[in-house]
C-alpha cells in the first residue's frame, strides 16, 4: 500500500483540536502537580572521598627495622581502600548517629508509634543517601534532602563520621598490637636478664670467656709441664681446665642464648616504639575533595 500524504494530513485536521489540546493539557497537569503543594522538592548535596593508601605514621615517617617504608601518606587508596570505605559508609555505627544527630525519624515524618518505624526509617535512609565508589577510586557521599542545608549538613557529616569510624578501627587495633608486642618484649627481657644471672653465677666460677681461657690456659699447662710436671702451678691449670671442662658447655650455650635474645629484645623494642607512635599519632584516613553545600535549585522533581 503506497503512502498518501494527503489522507495524513486529512486526518491530522479532521482531530485537531484534540491534537492540540490533549499535549497541552498533559504539559499543564505536569506543572500543577509537580509543584511543592503535590510533590515534595528534593534538594542534593554530595562529597567525594579519596581513601590514603596508609594510616600508620612509623611505616609512613619512621625507618623500619631495614630500610623506609615504600608507602606514601600522600598516594590515594587503591579499588581495595574504595571498597573498604564503601564497607565503613553502609555501616550501621554511621547510619545510626546520623539519625541520631539528625533526629530523622521526625525529620522525615514517620509515626514513632507505627510498628515498623524502624523499617520505614532505613529505607527512608537508603533512599536519601547513597554512596557509590567512581571510576576514580574515590567514594562519593550523596544526599538528598527536603532542606537544603540540612543535606549539606548531612554529607558533611557522613564524611567526618567515616573518617573518625575508620581511624577508631585502627586505633583499637594499633592498641592491641602495642600490648602484644610489650607482652612479648617483657618476656623477652626477663629471659635475658635470668640467663645473665646464669652467666653471672658462672663467672664467679672462674668462667668468663671459655674459648679464650681454655686455649690460654691449655699452653700455660703445656709449658707449665715441661719445666715441672708436678708442680703447684700444673695442680692450678689443671683445677681450672676442669672447671671450664666442667661448665664450659654450660656457659657457651647460655652466653650464645643472650646473644640471640638480645637481638630479639631490640627488634622487639623497635616495633615498640613505632607502633606507640601509631597510638599517639593519628593521619587522616581520607582525602576530601571538596566540601558540601547547600544547593539553591532543588534536584527533583526536575523542572
Same mark, same amino acid.
Given at each position: ?6 489522507? %495524513?494530513?486529512? %486526518? ?48 609512613? *615517617? ?14 590515594? #587508596? ?10 565503613? %559508609?553502609?555501616? #550501621? ?9 539528625? +533526629? ?5 515524618r514517620i509515626n514513632p508509634d507505627t510498628k515498623f518505624k524502624r523499617t520505614s526509617l532505613f529505607k527512608k ?21 527536603? +532542606?537544603?542545608?540540612t543535606a549539606a549538613l548531612i554529607a558533611n557529616d557522613i564524611a567526618r563520621l567515616t573518617d573518625k569510624a ?40 672462674? /668462667? ?22 708436678? #708442680? =703447684? ?6 683445677? =681450672?681446665? +676442669?672447671? *671450664? ?12 642464648? /643472650? ?11 623497635? &616495633? ?25 535549585? &532543588? ?5
Amino acid at each position: 500500500m503506497e503512502f498518501n500524504s494527503t489522507n %495524513l494530513f486529512v %486526518l491530522m485536521y479532521k482531530w485537531r483540536k484534540p491534537l492540540i489540546i490533549i499535549p497541552l493539557a498533559a504539559a499543564i497537569l505536569a506543572y500543577v502537580f509537580s509543584r511543592p503543594m503535590f510533590i515534595t522538592p528534593l534538594f542534593k548535596s554530595s562529597v567525594v572521598l579519596f581513601p590514603s593508601t596508609t594510616n600508620s605514621v612509623s611505616k609512613a *615517617l619512621l625507618p623500619q627495622q631495614n630500610s623506609f617504608s615504600n608507602e606514601d601518606i600522600l598516594e590515594f #587508596g587503591t579499588e581495595e581502600q574504595a571498597e573498604q570505605l564503601l564497607q565503613i %559508609l553502609h555501616s #550501621g555505627e554511621i547510619r545510626d548517629s546520623i539519625i541520631s544527630k539528625f +533526629d530523622l525519624l521526625n525529620h522525615y515524618r514517620i509515626n514513632p508509634d507505627t510498628k515498623f518505624k524502624r523499617t520505614s526509617l532505613f529505607k527512608k535512609y537508603s533512599n536519601n543517601i547513597s554512596f557509590r565508589r567512581t571510576e576514580f577510586m574515590s567514594v562519593e557521599i550523596e544526599v538528598l534532602d527536603t +532542606d537544603a542545608d540540612t543535606a549539606a549538613l548531612i554529607a558533611n557529616d557522613i564524611a567526618r563520621l567515616t573518617d573518625k569510624a575508620r581511624r577508631r578501627v585502627q586505633h583499637e587495633r594499633a592498641i592491641m598490637s602495642l600490648q602484644i608486642v610489650k607482652s612479648e618484649y617483657d618476656r623477652i627481657s626477663d629471659e635475658v636478664n635470668d640467663k645473665q644471672d646464669a652467666l653471672t653465677e658462672l663467672r664467679y666460677k672462674g /668462667v668468663h670467656d671459655y674459648e679464650t681461657q681454655s686455649a690460654v690456659l691449655s699452653e700455660q699447662l703445656a709449658v707449665a709441664m715441661i719445666d715441672n710436671p708436678n #708442680g =703447684k702451678a700444673v695442680q692450678s691449670l689443671e683445677t =681450672k681446665l +676442669d672447671t *671450664l671442662a666442667k661448665y664450659g658447655g654450660t656457659y657457651v650455650s647460655l652466653r650464645d642464648e /643472650v646473644s640471640l635474645l638480645k637481638e630479639e629484645e631490640i627488634k622487639l623494642k623497635t &616495633k615498640y616504639e613505632q607502633i606507640k607512635v601509631d597510638v599517639e599519632q593519628q593521619l587522616p584516613t581520607t582525602f576530601k575533595v571538596d566540601t558540601a553545600y547547600a544547593s539553591e535549585r &532543588k534536584s527533583y522533581p526536575i523542572g
